[in-house]
Each structure stands twice: as C-alpha cells, then as structure tokens.
C-alpha cells in the first residue's frame, strides 16, 4: 500500500469553497493509486478566534482547559473534509488525535509526540481512500487532551509520515519556500531545495513555513518534505539531507517582539551565572541571543519574546532580591534579523558583508553559529536592515 501524507494549513481550508477545492485535490492525487492520510489545520483563525475568547471568559486560564477548547477547531475541519470527500465519491473517514492514536507528554499547551499507534488507521486505509486527520493535538496516556504549540499541525503530519513510511506534502498559501517572506517582500526568490538544518534555523529564527520540531523529526527520519500551494500547481520546495548548490546564505529571517534584558553590576561569580539561567530555565522561559562580558564585574544581556517579560521579572526577583547595587534593564520594541546558509560552513567574507550592508544600523547584539548570523535592532530599523540585506546577499 502505498501511502501519501498531505497536511493543509488554516488559510487552505478557511472557507466552504476552499474545503470543496482541498476536497478535489485530493481525489486527483488518489487517481495516482495511492491512499491519503491528510493532516488539518483549524479553519483560517479559529484558534486565534477561540484565545480571544477565552481570555474574555478568564483572567486566569488553566492550559488544560485551553487545549480541551483549542482542539475544537481541528475537529470541525476534518469532519467537514471528509463530508466534502465522500460527497465526491472519495471513500473517506475522519480522526481525531485520541481515534488517530498521537500519543504525546502531558505539557499542555506544548506537547512532545512520544508515539503513534497507527493500527487503526492502517486498517481503515484498507477500506477508504483517504483518511483525515486532526492535527496539532495528541492524547496523554492518561486520556487528556494536549496541543502541540501553535503550527503543530506540520508535526503532526511528519510524524505521520516517519510511522507510516509515506511521503510527506505540506500544503499552504505560499508556494514553496523563499528567501524572506514574500507576502512582505515581493521580489523574494523561491528556494527550490533547503537542508534539514538551514530550515531548521529559518523555522526557530521566525520563518512561518514549517514547525521546527516538524523538521526535527524530518531530519531523524530522513523524510523529504516537499512545500507547495493549495491554490495553484506551481512547483514548491523541497526540505532534505542534502543540497548540492549549496548557497553561501539561502534566506533572512525575522523575529519581532523581542525584549532585550540586561543585568549589570553582577559580582564575578559564574555560579551565579549558572543559577540565574538554571532559575529562568525551570521557568519553562526560552532565552536567546545570549553575551556575557566580563570588566571588573559581570554584565548579562539576553532576549525575550516581549510577551514573557512578566515572567522573566518575577524569575530573576526571586534570585536576585538578596543582591546589592544590581541593576535589571528591560528594553521592549526589537527585532531580531537572521541571515541562513550551509555554505557559509566553506565561505569567507560572509559577516565581513553582513556588517557592512548594516553600517548605517545601530546593533544592539549579535550570535553566531556555523551556518547562521543573527543580529538585534530597534524596530524603528528593521526595513532598513533587511532592504541592506536582501540586496547584499541577492535573497
């Protein structure tokens, strides 16, 4: 049996009509003598609809109550697909997570896949042609809901794809994958094929293609995953292990809303270093971009998504409440502009052109890795900074 994971984000399955036309994609994909597993979003912003509704509902809101509203949204798209499917003449039953067998952890909210029962949906691949199913959620062992974090559907469908031995096909409103964002810069140019580990820098540094762990589990599997349009049949993009052109950088990426935290005047104790980052990890807090400098005393900076400042304030009081003459600065309104390439492994002169293109761009900080520079600037500056860029990398 030969099988095809599909996965068909919110914007393809948004309207009535937009569900009709998922519906006949895949009946002409099924004319290809293969059965379909398909993966679904909530409808256009349903679940941004039902966090709102919440927060009008509670100030307070328990993550489990949340996941149990969340997973709503997944449940209407799938059984209104598969009502579309078998009005065609497609042979087609839905699943939720707990009927689909996601088995995940139990943090609510950001559950991990841990296994999939794929039994069930073996069987029933036997007698329907195409079986969808709900994405973004998983079931605890103990039978509570969980979500995934927000585009978990993507790793839904991967995971799907490494316990079924299919292939995998990522469907959205975007035609494939490119070197910024198109939907804010036109003249971006489609990337016809990126590497597991390029993507998955893009994908923590703020591309909205794929779900990170989505690739991650890509990359362990050795699964291609192939990016494409809902609404058009125009060649996408392909994620794999290996990119013979290798370009020296293949994308920018952005990452809005950061905060930047500084804390100056730190006596030269580097367990104490240890413990104010043990204290904010055991938060659940991820922290980025990361300088310590060290001049008579120790200065930390550190970002932030600015929706985490609370948090990061009430961690670090409780450390450093004891400590004198200790200053704690947060400055909200940053971006965070990141330039990707696998060939800048091999490459000199890449942050010699980085810099050089930002000359006019005030740098708040900077991290680098082997295949990636990242940078941190007022929002006032980001235009600027990534007009620089695209032009002096050709992106």
Do not use: W
């Not at 100030?59 to 449940?75: F, H, V, W, Y």
């Not at 035609?175 to 489609?190: C, E, L, Q, S, V």
């Not at 580990?197 to 890509?218: C, F, P, Q, T």
């Amino acid at each position: 049996m030969k099988i095809v994971v599909q996965k068909y984000g919110g914007s393809s399955v948004a309207e009535v009509e937009k569900i009709k036309n998922v519906a006949k994609r895949i009946a002409k994909k099924i004319k290809e003598k293969v059965k379909l597993v398909v993966v679904v979003s909530a409808m256009g912003k349903t679940t941004d609809n039902l966090i709102k509704l919440s927060k009008e509902v509670a100030k307070n809101i328990s993550p489990r109550e949340l996941d149990m509203l969340l997973t709503t949204g997944e449940q209407v798209s799938a059984s209104l697909l598969s009502m579309a499917l078998n009005d065609i003449g497609i042979k087609s039953k839905s699943l939720n997570a707990f009927q689909a067998g996601i088995m995940t952890t139990g943090d609510f909210t950001q559950a991990r896949i841990k296994n999939l029962k794929t039994k069930k949906i073996k069987r029933l691949l036997e007698e329907n042609d195409a079986i969808i199913v709900t994405g973004f959620q998983g079931i605890t062992e103990e039978g509570e809901i969980t979500t995934l974090g927000r585009g978990g559907s993507d790793t839904s469908a991967v995971a799907l794809s490494a316990a079924l031995n299919g292939k995998c096909e990522i469907y959205s409103d975007v035609a494939g994958i490119y070197t910024t964002d198109p939907r804010i810069h036109p003249t971006a140019k489609k990337i016809k094929a990126i590497t597991y580990d390029e993507m998955l820098e893009m994908s923590s540094l703020g591309a909205k293609v794929l779900h990170s762990r989505s690739v991650e589990i890509a990359k362990k599997y050795g699964i291609t995953i192939y990016c494409g349009s809902t609404f058009s049949d125009e060649e996408g993009s392909y994620v794999m292990k290996k990119n013979i052109e290798e370009p020296v950088v293949t994308g920018l990426s952005v990452m809005d809303n950061q905060t930047q935290v500084t804390l100056s005047n730190l006596s030269q104790d580097y367990n104490l270093v240890q413990k104010i980052f043990n204290k904010v990890a055991k938060e659940g807090l991820n922290i980025d971009m990361i300088s310590v400098i060290s001049n008579e005393g120790l200065n930390i900076s550190f970002t932030i998504i600015e929706e985490k400042k609370t948090h990061v304030e009430k961690a670090l009081s409780q450390i450093l409440k004891t400590m004198k003459g200790l200053n704690v600065n947060y400055h909200s309104g940053y971006s965070k502009i990141s330039i990707v390439g696998i060939g800048m492994k091999s490459s000199s002169g890449v942050a010699s052109k980085f810099f050089k293109s930002l000359a006019n761009v005030p740098i708040k900080l900077v991290t680098t890795s082997e295949i990636k520079i990242s940078c941190l600037v007022e929002e006032q500056f980001k235009e600027k900074a990534v007009k620089a860029l695209v032009k002096a990398f050709e992106l």
